[in-house]
């Protein structure tokens, strides 16, 4: 019976034994599959973190790109503009002015400086004006000229020859400032005419030298932003 006893004393012990053995065992299994989710998670959070400092170094080159290219677009504006003033300062600055807004330089001439009154001709004044213009725009094949015909809101005296009114005078001015604008040199698919009547004044004021301001020429000259457009990712404008 004694040793019925022990070994039944022993098989306990065994299994004790066999059954701690199991759980050591089953714990190791269960650390060793947490120990590689974790890592499998670190792996997954850093290339993450790698992804993220990549695309921000990349927003980062995008935009110092875009400073730098802005920063030379601010450059041959000024330039533009300063070329321009210095080949129009031998006419009187009281019937142009030359000025860069919204990313393009204005150049804006009176009627008295083109046009003699009613006319739809540039006269000998005007025709000097356009020809060092076109100078200028020579040097700068890239730029794109838009020609806007404006007037005051004074209608037009009805029996006018071939104008029926301020539409008309104002279209017809910038397409015969265009159409010089190519016999001296420049390529037809630079320039543009438009006419603008007395819809988008200059100057709001009823005085007569309000309605001066507005009976105007501008000449829009707006630069190449193929290369900004390539870096905001945006198709170019035509």
Known sequence: MKFNFVKASFSVLLCTAMLSSCVSSKKYEDLKA???????????????????????????????????KMNEQQKALDNLKNDVNTALQGFNQGD???????GKVYVSMSDKLLFNTGSTKVNSGGQKALDQLVDVLKKNQEVGVMVEGH??????????????DNWDLSVLRATEITRLLTQKGLSPDRVTPAGRAYYEPADTGRTAAAKAKNRRTEIILTPDLTEVYKILGIQAQK
């Open 151 to 164: 007037t005051d809101d004074v209608e037009v005296l009805p029996g006018t020859k071939k104008i029926a």
């Open 96 to 102: 142009l002015s030359v000025e860069v807004r919204d």
């Open 34 to 68: 947490s120990n590689e989710a974790l890592a499998a998670e670190q792996a997954a959070s850093k290339q993450k973190v790698d992804e993220l400092s990549a695309s921000l170094k990349e927003r980062e080159q995008s935009l110092a790109d875009m400073e730098r």
